[in-house]
C-alpha cells in the first residue's frame, strides 16, 4: 500500500513538505486575525453598554453552530479535496467577519446583529477545522510527526500572541471594528493561501452506497470504539466550557472593572501565547512515553488563571498564570496529536477529528451563556472559584481510566491508514 504522505522535500527541513509549509503559514495568517477577534467582540458589546450576560450570548452563538455543524464537515473533508473545504470555509468567515466589522462601525449593532453574525463565523469554523485537522496529518511522516506537531502549534501560538496583543492594543486605539476587519483580512489571505495546497484525493466513497449518513456511522465507529478517546473528548466537554467562560466572559469583564481595560486583556492573552509556543520548542525534541498521561499533566494547568483572576491578582501575576495555562495547552496539545495520527487511520480522521470537537465543544455554547447569570448568583470571584475547581477535579478524574494513563508512543512504523492498531488494553 502506498503511503498517505508525499515525498518530503530536500535540504534542511527536509520532514517539512510544501502542503505543510502552505497550511502552517496560512494557519499563522488567519491565527493573527482570530486572536484579536474575540477581544474586540467583547469590548464593543462591554463598551456599547451591554453587559457581561451579553458577551456570553454572543460567544454561545458563535459557538452553537460550530457544535451543530462539525460532523458534516469531518465527513465533508473525507470526501472532498480538503483544501478545497477549507478555501470554502475561509471565505465564508471572511464575508461574516466583515459584515460585522462594518455593523461595529457604523453604528451601535443590536445584540440579534452580533449575535447572527457571530454564528456566521462559527458556521465557517465547523468545516474548517476537520478538513485543517486531515490536511496537517496527512502531510507529515509518523516518524517526524513530533517535531512537526511543535512547529505547526509554535506557528499557529505566536500568531496568538501577536494577534492578542495587535487585537487588545488596537481596540483601545481605533476601536473594536478594525480589529474584526483586519480579521476578515487575514480569512482571505489564509484562503488564497490555501487554494496553493496541493490537492489530495479524497476518500473513496465505501461500497454498497450509503453515502454521508454512512460515513458519518463509520467516524462514530472509530471514535466510540477508543475509550481513551471519548473519556478525555467527555473530559474536555466540560473543561472547554469553564475555560471558555473565564476567557471569553469573565477575562474581559475583570480586566474592564479593575485593570486596564482590553489594552492589559490583550497583554495577558498575549503571554497566554509565549506560553504556547516557548513550550513549543520543547516539543520539538521531547518525545514522552506515557502520550496521554504527560499530556494530561498539561492540563492540570489550564485553571490557573480563573485562579488569578479570582483573587484579584494584578496584572503581572495575570500574565505567569496565563503563561501557565498556555504551558498547559501545549503540552497536550502536542501529545494528542501525536495520539491521533497513531491510532487514527488517514481516511477516517476528519470525521473522528469532527467527533473529537463536537464533544469537547458541546457544552461550550451553554457555559458562556450561562456565565453571566453565573456571575450574578455567585458574585464574578464564586463563579471564577468555581470554574478553576472544576478543571482542577476533572484533570484528576480522566487519570483513574488505564487507557489514558497507559496509551504509549510507538516506535516508528507503518502509518496509521496502513496497520490498524488494537484497543490499548485496560490494566
Not at 470554574?387 to 508512543?409: G, I, T
Amino acid at each position: 500500500m502506498q503511503s498517505r504522505t508525499p515525498p518530503p522535500p530536500a535540504g534542511r527541513f527536509a520532514w517539512a513538505s510544501r502542503n505543510f509549509r502552505i497550511q502552517t503559514a496560512a494557519t499563522v495568517v488567519s491565527g493573527l486575525g482570530n486572536a484579536g477577534a474575540p477581544i474586540a467582540t467583547a469590548f464593543a458589546i462591554l463598551d456599547g453598554g451591554g453587559s457581561t450576560a451579553d458577551v456570553g450570548y454572543v460567544t454561545a452563538a458563535r459557538l452553537l453552530p460550530t457544535v451543530l455543524l462539525l460532523v458534516i464537515g469531518g465527513a465533508l473533508a473525507d470526501r472532498l479535496p480538503r483544501h478545497h473545504v477549507m478555501v470554502g470555509a475561509n471565505l465564508f468567515s471572511a464575508v461574516s467577519q466583515g459584515a460585522l466589522a462594518l455593523l461595529v462601525l457604523t453604528g451601535e449593532p443590536t445584540l440579534w446583529q452580533l449575535m447572527l453574525f457571530s454564528a456566521g463565523a462559527g458556521a465557517g469554523y465547523a468545516f474548517y477545522s476537520p478538513a485543517s485537522g486531515g490536511m496537517i496529518m496527512e502531510s507529515v511522516t509518523p516518524e517526524h510527526a513530533a517535531r512537526a506537531f511543535s512547529v505547526y502549534r509554535m506557528g499557529f501560538n505566536g500568531a496568538q500572541i501577536g494577534g492578542a496583543a495587535l487585537g487588545g492594543a488596537l481596540t483601545a486605539a481605533v476601536g473594536a471594528g478594525w480589529v474584526l476587519a483586519l480579521d476578515a483580512a487575514c480569512f482571505l489571505a489564509a484562503a488564497a493561501l490555501r487554494f496553493l495546497l496541493e490537492p489530495q484525493a479524497p476518500s473513496a466513497p465505501a461500497e454498497g452506497g450509503g453515502g454521508m449518513l454512512r460515513d458519518l456511522r463509520e467516524g462514530w465507529h472509530e471514535f466510540s470504539s477508543r475509550r481513551w478517546l471519548w473519556v478525555v473528548v467527555l473530559q474536555f466537554s466540560v473543561l472547554v466550557a469553564c475555560v471558555g467562560a473565564v476567557e471569553a466572559v469573565y477575562g474581559p469583564a475583570v480586566a474592564k472593572e479593575q485593570l486596564g481595560g482590553a489594552r492589559d486583556w490583550g497583554l495577558a492573552m498575549a503571554a497566554y501565547g509565549v506560553g504556547l509556543v516557548a513550550t513549543g520548542v520543547l516539543m520539538v525534541r521531547w518525545q514522552p512515553r506515557r502520550i496521554l498521561l504527560v499530556g494530561n499533566w498539561g492540563v492540570f494547568l489550564f485553571g490557573v488563571p480563573a485562579l488569578a483572576l479570582a483573587v484579584s491578582a494584578p496584572l503581572p501575576v495575570l500574565c505567569a498564570a496565563m503563561f501557565l495555562s498556555g504551558v498547559g495547552v501545549t503540552v497536550f496539545g502536542v501529545n494528542w496529536m501525536i495520539a491521533l495520527q497513531q491510532e487514527i487511520p488517514a481516511e477516517a480522521f476528519s470525521r473522528v477529528a469532527a467527533y473529537d470537537e463536537l464533544g469537547s465543544l458541546s457544552l461550550a455554547p451553554l457555559g458562556t451563556a450561562l456565565a453571566g447569570p453565573a456571575a450574578d448568583l455567585l458574585g464574578l470571584p464564586g463563579a471564577l472559584w468555581t470554574c478553576a475547581v472544576v478543571c482542577l477535579v476533572l484533570s484528576a478524574a480522566v487519570l483513574l481510566e488505564p487507557q489514558v494513563r497507559c496509551l504509549s508512543r510507538r516506535p516508528t512504523g507503518p502509518p496509521a491508514a496502513d496497520v490498524l492498531p488494537e484497543p490499548v488494553a485496560a490494566q
